[in-house]
């Protein structure tokens, strides 16, 4: 998986908690992703970053936010997670210009 | 807004046969595209991948066509084996957007 460890793997919460997913790469790539897999739909980017502390939005960003305090970790959080938001998680990784390596995703349900 | 699909969901084939998936898109100024392969429970892997200004790519056992006339692309695996059953996506980039096809399950049969 390129050197991409995601965590944790899996995870049951309950609606209205706050979740945080990290990604973490050995990598040293100045882009990191987070998107969600969903049956039917092809992976939707969530948000991505371009470098420590540069973030932007994706396609769908509402009710998650992320931080990258360092060029190894991406964290994802749910403030108040929704039964909507359960999914599969998955991080990615690139260079300057280049294709997209994934981690191992991360499975999350919201009951 | 750009969008790629895959012509069929689900995609069956004898083993030793050769499998073709395919993928279209609809924004022409992509820069170049990769083909992905995600097994059960795993994260996509790198296939093999093709830059706008080409037509075909050849890989181990895969080969990509593109064709930008008509805006579509195919992933050919030949002599296909039980480890190639997966689901299979295309991603069409542009810059440092990605945007994914919902993939083709391949299934080998014995």
């Known amino acids: 998986d390129a050197g991409i460890t995601q965590s944790p793997r899996h995870k049951v919460t309950e609606t209205g908690t706050p979740v945080t997913l990290r990604c973490h790469q050995t990598?040293?790539?100045?882009?990191m992703y987070w998107y969600r897999q969903d049956p039917g739909h092809g992976l939707r980017l969530i948000h991505y970053?371009?470098?420590?502390?540069?973030?932007d939005k994706g396609e769908v960003s509402d009710g998650y936010s992320v931080s990258r305090s360092k060029t190894e970790d991406f964290l994802l959080t749910l403030e108040s997670a929704t039964s909507s938001q359960t999914s599969v998680y998955f991080c990615?990784?690139?260079?300057?210009?280049?294709?997209?390596?994934f981690g191992p995703g991360t499975r999350l349900t919201v009951l | 807004g750009e969008s790629v699909g895959l012509h069929l969901p689900t995609l069956s084939v004898q083993e030793g046969d050769n499998s073709i998936i395919n993928c279209a898109y609809s924004?022409?100024?992509?820069?170049?595209f990769i083909w992905y392969k995600q097994e059960s429970g795993k994260g996509p892997q790198f296939i093999i991948d093709?830059?706008?200004?080409?037509d075909k790519r050849q890989g181990q056992r895969v080969t990509v066509l593109l064709n930008k006339t008509v805006k579509h692309l195919s992933l050919q695996i030949a002599a296909t084996q039980p480890g190639d059953s997966a689901v299979y996506f295309c991603?069409?980039?542009?810059?440092?957007?990605?945007?994914f096809g919902p993939g083709t399950r391949l299934s080998v049969l014995p």
């Open positions: 924004n022409s100024a992509s820069d170049y």
């Open positions: 990615a990784i690139s260079g300057a210009v280049g294709t997209q390596y």
């Open positions: 093709i830059r706008s200004n080409m």
């Open positions: 991603a069409a980039v542009y810059g440092q957007n990605f945007v």
């Open positions: 970053s371009y470098g420590v502390k540069d973030t």
């Open positions: 990598e040293n790539h100045r882009y």
